[in-house]
């Protein structure tokens, strides 16, 4: 059955002269929340916050200024001078956030109740966050699996732990950086520590020969080395371990030193001082390295 052209217009009329109540009292409704949005802004004070604003950002660029110009001329004082400029820097940001909107609205219970609701919603996330890393510092604490003065590998990362809080763990690593990590990274993540409260640590190097080298020479060698460093634990054994090494490119052996150091902050000097010397002993014994092989392809 089909419809002609005056029925449809018909249909359309009354379905838009129901519909018209609804959208004007949406409307109306949109209105009224404008008006009363409107009603809360100070007008007059909005140009008072532009100045403000302007003032914060002249403060702020002769901080930055001044902080450059000092440390420029005394390089002693630039990490003081730049955190008493963070330290400033948060309190111009907070009078001038606060000063706009007390000079921009007209506070009463209703923007009251906003802010506390805006507050509270922020705090709890940022308490949420704050929570884990307290309660995964008190495991660490009381769990330990590393403890001040460790020397531990995470995540890639290889040094000491200088300090253990509440929130984070810091590690200096052998190039002096420091590292922060949160402890709620140490409830999921494998930690290694190289020596778990002790001052000595293993210290593992390896070695690699041609096959057709004598190999009690070389083990000898290496364990004298290592007997005879200045940084050696002797109370610990000294330990050598051979083994075959075979890889695309070379068939070697390989000896690997175990060998404890009097302090892990020796490690490197340890490591150094028996490379260089068994390297050097090798040479005057003729105890060749492997040779690399060159693969070679057919030409057809």
């Excluded at 440390?71 to 956030?97: C, D, E, I, N």
């Excluded at 593992?204 to 634990?233: C, G, K, M, N, W």
Aim: proline fraction near 3%.
């Amino acid at each position: 059955m089909t419809i002609n052209l005056p029925f449809k217009l018909l249909i359309s009329w009354i379905m838009l002269t129901l519909a018209l109540p609804s959208y004007a009292e949406s409307g109306a409704a949109n209105l009224d929340s404008l008006t009363e949005i409107a009603s809360l802004i100070r007008w007059s004070g909005v140009f008072l916050s532009i100045i403000v604003v302007f003032i914060a950002w002249l403060m702020l660029k002769f901080t930055q200024n001044l902080v450059d110009s000092i440390g420029s001329q005394f390089a002693q004082r630039r990490m003081l001078a730049q955190k008493l400029q963070s330290f400033f820097q948060f309190f111009v940001y907070m009078t001038a956030g606060i000063s706009v909107f007390m000079l921009s609205f007209r506070v009463d219970d209703r923007v009251l109740t906003l802010i506390g609701g805006t507050l509270a919603v922020s705090v709890g996330f940022a308490m949420k966050d704050l929570a884990a890393s307290f309660i995964a510092g008190l495991t660490v604490m009381i769990d330990r699996p590393f403890q001040v003065g460790d020397r531990v590998t995470f995540e890639g990362h290889y040094g000491d732990i200088v300090t253990i809080g509440l929130r984070s763990v810091r590690m200096q690593t052998l190039t002096d950086d420091i590292i922060t990590i949160p402890n709620s990274k140490f409830l999921s993540d494998v930690v290694v520590s190289g020596n778990y409260g002790a001052l000595d640590m293993q210290v593992v190097i390896p070695f690699y020969v041609a096959l057709d080298q004598d190999l009690t020479l070389a083990s000898d060698i290496i364990r004298e080395a290592a007997a005879s460093s200045r940084y050696i634990h002797l109370p610990k054994p000294i330990v050598v371990l051979v083994k075959q090494d075979i890889s695309d490119s070379y068939f070697a052996i390989k000896l690997t030193l175990k060998a404890y150091v009097l302090d892990i902050k020796y490690e490197k000097l340890f490591e150094t001082d028996i490379t260089l010397r068994v390297m050097q002993e090798f040479k005057k014994q003729n105890i060749c390295p492997p040779s690399i092989m060159q693969s070679t392809k057919l030409s057809r």
